[in-house]
Structure formats: structure tokens, C-alpha cells
């Protein structure tokens, strides 16, 4: 049974750090056009381009520190804490503006959706490894 949580633990880090890390270059990279998949039209407003950029290069360090804990033990706790932090925040973050300010586009709805499962599951998997440790 630890072999297959251990498995689990590395499953979870690398697929959240690595989704973080893409959409993280995607908006690094080519914000407007990441955003027009959801029907954004940013335009050239710079100081826009540069709010939206500040938090993509944190999610990308995070996403780095995810995949780096798969190899440092000692960081796996951590590494899924901020996985759960930043799934959950955003899952939450999302369906708290529906309520308020109405429906945006089905994209963002599936991405509310993902980031919410993703969010539990790592939050089960951290759980479950403070369970077994006697955390």
C-alpha cells in the first residue's frame, strides 16, 4: 500500500505541477492568445499584460517545486500543500464570481470544475500521507 501512495504522491505532483507550468508559459509566452480561448480580448493595455504575467511566473515557480519534490522527500508534504492552496484558491476564487457575477465562458466553468477535483485529490492524497505518518 505505501508503494502505491508514493506512486499517487509523484502522480499528483507531476500532473499539478505540470499543468501549472504549461498554462503558466502559455500566458507568459502569448497572453492574448491564451485569453482569447475564452473569449478575453486584452488588447495592448501594457500594465494589463504585466497583471496578468506577475502571477503566471508564480505559478509557474510553484508548478517547478511540485515536479522538484517528486525527487526531495522532504518537500512532498509542502509540494501538496501548495498544490491543494493553489487548486482550491482558484476552484473557489471562480465559483464564488459566478455566483456574483454571473456565467463566464464554458472554458472557465470546465477550468473551475478541474481545478476544484484536482484541488480534493491532492488534499486526499496529503491527508492520507499525514494519516499514515502520524502527522
Do not use: H, W
Not at 43 to 66: D, I, Q, R, Y
Not at 113 to 129: D, N, P, Q, S
Request: hydrophobic share 55%; glycine share 8%.
Amino acid at each position: 500500500m505505501k508503494t502505491i501512495l508514493s506512486g499517487a504522491q509523484k502522480a499528483f505532483l507531476l500532473v499539478s505541477g505540470g499543468l501549472l507550468i504549461v498554462v503558466a508559459t502559455f500566458i507568459l509566452a502569448s497572453p492574448n492568445d491564451f485569453y482569447a480561448s475564452n473569449n478575453i480580448e486584452l488588447g495592448t493595455n501594457v500594465s494589463l499584460l504585466n497583471e496578468l504575467k506577475a502571477p503566471a511566473g508564480l505559478l509557474f515557480a510553484a508548478g517547478a517545486f511540485m515536479i522538484g519534490a517528486i525527487f526531495v522527500r522532504k518537500q512532498v508534504d509542502t509540494a501538496l500543500a501548495l498544490a491543494t492552496l493553489i487548486y482550491l484558491s482558484y476552484a473557489i476564487s471562480r465559483f464564488a464570481s459566478m455566483a456574483l457575477d454571473g456565467m463566464p465562458a464554458t472554458g472557465l466553468v470546465q477550468a473551475a470544475a478541474f481545478e476544484g477535483i484536482a484541488g480534493l485529490a491532492c488534499l486526499a492524497v496529503l491527508t492520507i500521507r499525514r494519516t499514515r505518518s502520524g502527522r
